[in-house]
Structure formats: C-alpha cells, structure tokens
C-alpha cells in the first residue's frame, strides 16, 4: 500500500473543519492557543483507538434528487496501528428499513427535519456495517465542480482507456424524450442498459483516455460519477479508486502553497465551500482533526469495497441483484447475496478488513 502521503480522509475532513471554522464565530485567538499547546486528541474512540467517518457525496443544485448520496464511504482511522481503511458501500444497495435504496437514507432525513439526514444515514450505514459511525461529512459535489475550477483544475492520472453511454444529463432525468404517455407507461420497467437507446435524449457519451489529464470541475466530476464504463471501469471497485484519485488531488491543490497563499483563492472557496458541507464535526474538536492529520500524514491506506464479484476473475462477491420486481419498488438494485436484509457477511467482511487487511470472501454454498 502506499506510504508517505496523507489520507484522503484526513483531507476532506480538512476541508470541511476549515470550511466550518471559518463560517463559525468561534474566537480565532483561542482557537489556536488549543491548537499550539493542548497536544492530546480528544475525539470520540472505542476501545481499540479507532475513528470512523462516514463520507457522503450529493449531486445537489439542480440535479435530479439533490440530496441522493453518490458516494458513500466509511473511513477506519486506526490510530493505534497508524492506518486508514477505506469501505466503499454501494449507492444501489437496498436498506429495508427505508424501503429504499441506502443512497436515500441522507435525503429521507433532511426531508423530514432538516438537519436530520447526517442522523439517518449514519444510523442506517452503522446498521448495514455493524460498524458505530462517530462523525460523518456530507459533500455537495455541485459546490465540488466550482472549487475545482476555482483552483485551476486537476491533474488526474487514468489508469484506463474507457468509455460511458449511459451518464445522465442534470436535468433529463425524466425527460420522455418524444415518447407519449401511453409509450412511457409501457416503457416503465425498460432494463437500465437499454435506457440510452429509449431515452437517448437523457444521456451523454463520456470518453476518458489513459494517461496524466488535466481536469476542469464537470470533468472531474464526470470522470467519479462514471458507473457504466467499458471494461473494468464499470465495477463499483474502479469508480471508489476514481474517486480516490480526484478527493486526493482536489486536497492537495487546495492545500498547495499557490492556493493557500493567495487570498482571492481562499475567499472564493470559502464562499463556494461553506454552503456545500454539511457536518456533525463540533467546533471544539477542529483542532483535534487537524493534530489528527499531523499524526497520520505517514499512514497505510487499504481499501475495501462492497460489490458483486469479477466473473471475469472468478472473484465471489457480497452482493447480488435480484429480478425487478414489488418488493424493491421495480427498481434496479443490490441486495445482500444472504438475503434481503441479512448485512452479516458484509459485517464480518469489513471487521475482517479493517482488523488485518487483503481479506478474501468465499465462493457462496
């Protein structure tokens, strides 16, 4: 695993503890005193040292369902063993307790009282996990592209050549692209790698080539949204390390001394930022996350992800996705291969995972 850098984690809760702070009346001179001298780090810990953040991204704006989540990962962060585990849970993954997919669980919550989504979606994570989630930070990935190109874009580095039909316009999502009432009714339960060719006008073609490429902030954007790329980058796998590679680069610019050393820059994320995060991280504990990522700036990262196998590799997956029908609202989903609501494999994987790492799941009896 890679060494010597800092964690993606501990950068996006940077951002969001920076982006907080400074939104905050919390008084700067004591702040800074706690920072300077008080080098214990007070933040919530189970028995073994270890932290878990829940990472959420949302499309926001104008995109259909603002407050779906695009992303969702928890981050271990093992402060005894210095290491950061990364589990990427997939959007489509169905919760029964909601009746929905899990991607819905933040907006359920800020429906019903805003403020409430990080509550619900933590609650819901935790359950699916069996992992107790003690801080989560929400993204809005609208506020995500203006940042982007407020620093100048980013230079990502492709690992494969690949290709896109099926990546939805904002604001097509349910656009009957000429089709009448009586056609679309018909059209309902159309599979989901037949929907570009019945609603072509709802999708864009995305083609991205292997190599360094400098990304502006719809690009960026484009390039982890991506889910039904050619190859191997169609796999929930491929998309969490696309993700990984973007967050990663966004922190190091915007942590770069061109950044941070140019005022105009800081205002104009600052004023993009500050209505895009969403936290439950509390003033008193800024500064124990920003000693937190002093102390893990060496860390190992490994990651985990939640998905249905490679047929390709023969590698056993977790999850399967069952025949469309009632009892998930006819929707395309993921469910648990031991069930429909039986997350016990996945929470053993993921204590395996997190506890010694490379952990392997076996071919389903």
């Avoid at 704006?61 to 962060?77: C, E, F, K, Q, R």
């Avoid at 402060?79 to 899990?102: G, M, Y």
């Avoid at 002093?294 to 939640?306: E, G, R």
Wanted: charged share 25%; hydrophobic share 35%; with cysteine.
């Amino acid at each position: 695993m890679r060494k010597k850098i800092i964690p993606i984690i501990i950068g996006i809760i940077l951002l969001a503890v920076v982006g907080k702070l400074i939104a905050s009346n919390l008084n700067t001179f004591s702040f800074l005193f706690q920072l300077a001298f008080n080098r214990g780090i007070q933040l919530k810990q189970n028995t073994k040292s270890q932290i878990n953040v829940l990472l959420l991204g949302i499309g926001g704006g104008n995109h259909d369902g603002p407050n779906l989540t695009d992303t969702i990962m928890i981050a271990n962060i093992d402060q005894k063993n210095d290491k950061v585990t990364l589990i990427s849970i997939p959007r489509d993954l169905w919760f029964p307790d909601i009746n929905q997919k899990i991607n819905a669980a933040y907006a359920i919550g800020e429906a019903k009282n805003k403020g409430s989504g990080l509550v619900l979606a933590e609650a819901a994570v935790a359950k699916i996990t069996g992992q107790e989630i003690d801080y989560g930070v929400r993204i809005d990935f609208s506020g995500f592209v203006k940042a982007v190109d407020i620093v100048g874009g980013l230079d990502i580095n492709v690992d494969n050549t690949f290709d896109d039909y099926q990546y939805p316009i904002d604001g097509k999502e349910a656009d009957p692209c000429g089709h009448s009432q009586e056609e679309l009714q018909s059209l309902a339960n159309t599979p989901e790698d037949q929907l570009p060719s019945v609603f072509p006008c709802r999708y864009k073609h995305l083609h991205f080539d292997k190599g360094l490429t400098h990304m502006d902030g719809e690009t960026a954007l484009e390039f982890v949204r991506s889910r039904h790329g050619t190859g191997t980058e169609g796999s929930d796998f491929a998309r969490s390390k696309r993700q990984e590679k973007v967050i990663k680069a966004f922190k190091d610019k915007v942590l770069s001394a061109q950044t941070i050393l140019n005022p105009s820059k800081i205002i104009n994320l600052y004023e993009t930022l500050k209505s895009s995060i969403d936290t439950d991280i509390q003033q008193t504990e800024f500064d124990d996350f920003i000693r937190l990522a002093q102390k893990m700036k060496n860390a190992k990262i490994q990651s985990a992800v939640i998905d249905t196998g490679d047929d390709q590799t023969q590698r056993p997956g977790l999850l399967i996705n069952p025949p469309t029908s009632s009892d998930y609202n006819y929707e395309w989903v993921l469910t648990p291969r031991a069930g429909n609501g039986n997350f016990t494999e996945i929470q053993n994987y993921i204590a395996c995972e997190i506890k010694t790492g490379n952990c392997k799941v076996a071919a389903k009896q």
